[in-house]
């Protein structure tokens, strides 16, 4: 008898043991609530007695957001994600091995949806290869992907502004992968791993940095030029007139919130639609004026002197408080803020989609139209231009939404992308 207590707790600490679920997977799933529909998938792995859950939704342009807080007992799982102005909460119990029954707790309210696992075998998947090739010298990194089923088609996805690395668009790069495309995106110079410094580079330099990369493509995967069309958003759709110029043997261009105007206008317009709330409309337009001296002077065409003039003259203006001026150690000269599209979409002969939104903040509203006159009527005949109601300039909807607590692309964006592509 004095043997049976030990046994017993042995018994029980392996029964619990046998009843642990493993959660190690991918599971995906549609969330939807009202005129709210977003894809979502949560990637599971285990690594001795700890669990990592990454988030991505495609439809959210998220990939791999690491969760928090992650407690999984037996065949229950709980975890959270943060953004800057919600705490989203998950509980969730796995269901015959197979279906992740989640509840979504955010801002007092309380959505059920589920999930189901995804096979294990993961040989029909999307598959990925990194890849580097120079330019001026500078080794320059990307990724290209594999469709499942490909489509014949390749598509390159033009670098943008700013600092991003390529994973700012890897969640598209997945979305057109899975749609047929053998897709490829890149760290520009001075990004992510990278070489060179882009702050530097005028825009012919950054773009010609792209053309390289899509002939890399073609030569690796053996695609003809004519096989292979070119997407960028923002100031990467200012360069697609301009890469579609120089090789014009491409399939196709697609330019989303691209500037019918100069990069410098593009810039002066967001911060005016940013400031327009603060600062009393009868003194908007001075204002704006004295911001544009300031990027005038970054761009080259405005003289330190003739800046300084400026400033001393409005410097107890009540909204000179809201100009933003660099310091001297901030200052370089950037020569981009001169460029502008609108001379390369004259030369364009290839089919153009071009989309913008009804809430762009950041171009101008007039960009389409001036864009779609910019091209001679007779170049037109494939040629797309679509204003999206109620998309702002990342594509985001921002309409009427049961479900405001995640941002979606809008409704549209991606068949349309699609559908023309297929149509050509």
Not at 148 to 156: D, F, S
Not at 185 to 201: F, L, P, V, Y
Request: net charge neutral.
């Amino acid at each position: 008898m004095k043997y049976i207590f030990p046994l017993v707790i042995l018994f029980f600490s392996q029964f619990s043991f046998a009843q642990q679920t493993d959660f190690e997977s991918s599971y995906k799933g549609v969330f939807t609530f009202g005129n709210f529909q977003s894809d979502l998938s949560l990637e599971i792995k285990q690594t001795k007695d700890q669990y990592d859950i990454q988030f991505t939704s495609l439809d959210q342009n998220a990939f791999g957001i690491p969760a928090r807080d992650i407690k999984i007992h037996q065949d229950s799982i709980k975890f959270a994600l943060q953004s800057d102005s919600y705490r989203y909460e998950f509980k969730g119990i796995l269901l015959n091995n197979n279906v992740l029954s989640m509840n979504l707790m955010v801002d007092g309210n309380s959505y059920q949806f589920e999930l189901h696992k995804e096979a294990t075998d993961d040989s029909d998947g999307i598959k990925s290869k990194d890849i580097r090739f120079r330019s001026e010298n500078l080794l320059l990194y990307g990724t290209v992907y594999y469709p499942v089923k490909p489509n014949g088609k390749a598509i390159y996805l033009v670098t943008s502004s700013g600092n991003n690395d390529r994973s700012a668009s890897r969640a598209e790069a997945l979305m057109f992968a899975q749609n047929g495309f053998i897709t490829m995106h890149s760290d520009k110079r001075g990004t992510g791993i990278s070489d060179g410094n882009w702050q530097k580079a005028t825009m012919p330099t950054l773009c010609n940095d792209d053309i390289l990369a899509i002939q890399y493509l073609s030569q690796i995967e053996k695609l003809a030029l004519k096989q292979i069309g070119i997407k960028g958003s923002s100031q990467g759709a200012s360069k697609v007139p301009y890469i579609m110029s120089k090789l014009p043997e491409l399939m196709f261009g697609i330019a989303v919130s691209c500037p019918g105007s100069t990069l410098l206008e593009s810039d002066l317009n967001y911060w005016k639609n940013r400031n327009k709330t603060i600062i009393d409309s009868q003194y908007l337009d001075e204002a704006t004026q004295m911001q544009k001296s300031v990027f005038q002077y970054i761009s080259g065409d405005l003289s330190k002197d003739k800046l300084e003039v400026a400033i001393q003259a409005n410097k107890y203006e009540p909204w000179f408080e809201f100009i933003w001026i660099p310091g001297p150690e901030e200052v370089e000269t950037d020569l981009k803020l001169n460029y502008s599209p609108l001379p390369y979409f004259k030369q364009v002969k290839q089919p153009l989609l071009v989309l913008q939104g009804s809430m762009d903040q950041v171009i101008p509203t007039s960009s389409l139209t001036i864009i779609k006159e910019s091209i001679p009527s007779y170049k037109r005949s494939k040629n797309k231009y679509k204003m999206l109601k109620g998309a702002d300039h990342s594509m985001m909807f921002k309409g009427e939404s049961d479900f405001p607590y995640w941002q979606a692309l809008h409704p549209d964006y991606t068949n349309i992308m699609l559908k023309w592509i297929d149509k050509l």
